[in-house]
Every structure is written in C-alpha cells, then in structure tokens.
C-alpha cells in the first residue's frame, strides 16, 4: 500500500513538471475542513440553567442539556445546514462524562457540532485549586524530612476542602494491566509537580536479584539494594518503585511491602507478572517514589490518603501561585457509534483519566481544540472510519497524546482516519513506553503535517 501511495505520488509529480508546473502544490496534501452554518443553534454559559430554553439570551447550564435538546430537536426531523451547541466564554466544571450515543449522531446534510463561542475561550474543566497551605510544624511529619527541607514544606488539608477521593497507586506498567488507573497529580501554575522520589534523576541499580517473583504461588519479588537510604523509609505508609524489572523497554510500578536494613533488601507485596518474573539479563533499574521522606528539592510533594494531608515544597510564591488537583476520574467526552458531529475550539483540560474517546465513529472531527493535563490518555479513536483530529494541540498527559486505530488488516480495507496539523508534546509522562504522540495502528489512515 505505502509503496503504490509513493509510485502515484512520483508520477503525479512528472506530470505537473511535464506541464511546467511545480512538482508539488501544498494545498493537495491538506484536508480542507469546511466550516458549518447551522440551522439551529443552542447556547450553553457556566451561569446558564437547564431550566432555560438555550438561546443566546438564555443559554443552558450543562452540555448533558443541550444534548438532549438536540435529541428533542432531531425528533421532529433533522435540519438542512446543521445543528450548532455553542459554549459560551468562561470555565465549566466537569461533574459527568459527555456521552454521545448512534441517536446523537448527525448526517452529511445535517451535522452536529459542539463549538466553543471563540476557539480556546471555553474550557472543561476536571481540576480543583488548593488553598489553605500552612507550614508543617508537627514534630513527627518534622522528622522524617531531610533536614534541609524542614521549614520549605507547607500542608494543605484535603478534607477541610471537601476532597475525599483521592484515588490509589496500583501498579501499571507494560503488559501488567489493561486499562491504567486514574491517578492524581498536583500542578504549580500550570505545570505537572513531582511525586516525591529517590533518586531526583534517574535511577539505581541493585546489589543482587533474592527472588524474581512467582504469581502461580504468590511468592513476592525480592531485590537487594546498594545505597544506605532505603533505612530512611521505613515508616513510609505506602512506598512504590518505578523501573524496569526484566525488559529495558518494559516500565512498570511496584508496590514495597517490607524493607530488611539488615538484610539490605526490598520486597514487593506482589510478585512482579510480567513475563515469568523479575531477571537480571538486561539489567535491573529502578526508583523510588511517593516518599514523605524524599520532599528534598523544590516541586517535590506527597499526599498521605490516610489523613488526606498533602504535603509540597512549592517552586514558586504561595501568595501568587495556583496549585491544582486533577478531580474528574473519568474521560470527559465519549462517543460511541456517532456519525458526521464535530468537536471545534474546545479546551478539555485536568483530569485524572483519559480526555476524549471515539469508539466505532464515522466522519466525526476533533478540530481546534486543547487536550491537556490529563493522567491517561488525550484523544483516542478506535475503529470506526474517516475520524479526524486536525488542529489540536494535545500536551502535558500522562500516557499517549493520541491513539488511532482503524481498518482491516486482512482484507487491507483502509480505515480512512487521519491526524493533521496538530501539535503533541509532553506525552508519556507517567507510563514511559509504548506511549507514543501517536499511536497508529490499523491500516489506510493518514498522519501529517503534525509538530
């Protein structure tokens, strides 16, 4: 297929020499994107209500809403031209999934499109600001900081803010779960702060490998450590290592359940089950991280979910910084079985799952928006045919930027998706391989143009 596609685009360009012309024109390569003039619009503003009627004077409060005008409105027949959901300016807090279903599907004639009033002005918002740090001055938190340290640490107390759900580490990695669990991070203006760890950069390796694990008899992983820091963590409430325990490009996150200073020894509270266990042929790597301990340089936090204190050495002023969770443990958008809608100028940002998954679409359009800060997952397409992202920037999430996956292998039948002029950057922050800015997969779809 890649060879013939290279053949046609050879001879295209003879062509357009034999006739004076050059060899190639930009413009046949980009996806031209007509916009939409709706017949009928909708209007959803953060101080809208559902109980209005959604015109621009008096816009609906949820996006749920509108969507069900829509289904009302399609009820009595689609319309020629279009139908338009229009978010107003401002910050919508994200309390539901956005699920669209086959019934909220548009057709050629009539497509549905979801739009913010001007690009980037609407935002989705899945996070929580923090307030309320005050200096840690409890004797015993006092203690198991460096020393260094003591008097940078400040503690916000969740519960004082309602939070309760503060999710769970699991372990995750390459071939030892099939859907990562939502997790929680912390941002300082904007930007993704550092789950407590050791070392600060990179990793260490061990003194000897004890027991490699075995999941048939449940007989944990043992190794050696080579460094005296580990004796600093042994009042850790819930210590894990992030590494690679048998394959150098297979990353993984174990839970520690005992440390032996004696012994000098680490071991896990379940077998590492990846492919027969732990195994010193490639080498044992590893780090150490969600360390009440290890608070030792600017950025660095922990929360202890027993208490639902979080504890953070802040990189900037308190007085002026913004310090925000991840809430929303769910995708914020999914469509299932839709045809011919559209998603344009959007902002989807701070949550603790996947942003947006179409699954089993058709003619459906990612356009203009900004998927970012997300723990998962930004933008993912899974079947389906002729889906596109174009447009968008996807930036800071924890695992791929973007997954696109469509066609028949066997039968070559192309799955006609593409992702063009987008910009993907910062991915794979969280789960470090096989998280690629585009995870393409299928047969016959299209990438270009792309930062």
Known sequence: YVHRYEAAQCIHELDRLANGLPARDPATSRTKIMPI?????????????????????QPFATLTKARDAVRV???????????????????????????LMAEDSGTQDCPIVYRAEAPGAAVLYGGTHLTGFTPVIDPAV?????????????????????????????????????????TLELFCNGQPQILARWPNHGFVG??????????????????????????????????????????????????????????????????????????????????????LEEIDRPGEWYLNRETGTLYFWPPDDLATATIEIGRWSAPMLTMSGVSHVRIEGLVFDLARDNGLILTDCEHCLVAGCTVSRFAGSGITIMGGHANGLYGCDVHTVGRRATEVLGGDRETLIPGGHFVENCRLYDYGRIDRTYTPAIQLEGVGNRVAHNR
């Open 142 to 182: 006092l203690e198991r900081l460096p020393e260094a340290t003591r008097g940078q640490v400040y503690q916000c107390d969740l519960k004082s803010l309602s939070i309760t759900d503060y999710g769970e580490l699991k372990v995750r990695g390459f071939g030892l779960q099939a859907t990562p669990p939502p």
């Open 37 to 57: 003039t709706p017949a009928k619009e909708f209007f959803v503003a953060p101080d809208g209500s559902d109980e209005n009627p959604g015109t621009s004077a």
């Open 206 to 291: 061990i003194d000897r490998l004890v027991a490699p694990g075995n999941a048939e008899t449940d007989e944990p992983s043992v190794i050696g450590y080579l460094d005296d820091r580990p004796a600093r963590w042994t009042q850790a409430e819930d210590l894990w290592l992030f590494g690679y325990f048998k394959y150098l490009w297979a990353d993984s996150s174990i839970k520690v359940a005992a440390i032996d200073t004696a012994a000098k020894t680490l071991t896990t509270a379940e077998p590492y089950n990846y492919s027969g266990g732990m195994d010193t042929g490639q080498g044992i790597i590893y780090y150490a991280y969600n360390l």
């Open 73 to 99: 409105l399609k009820g009595n027949g689609l319309l020629a031209g279009g139908i338009a959901i229009t978010l107003k300016r401002g910050e919508y807090p994200v309390t539901e999934t956005l699920a």
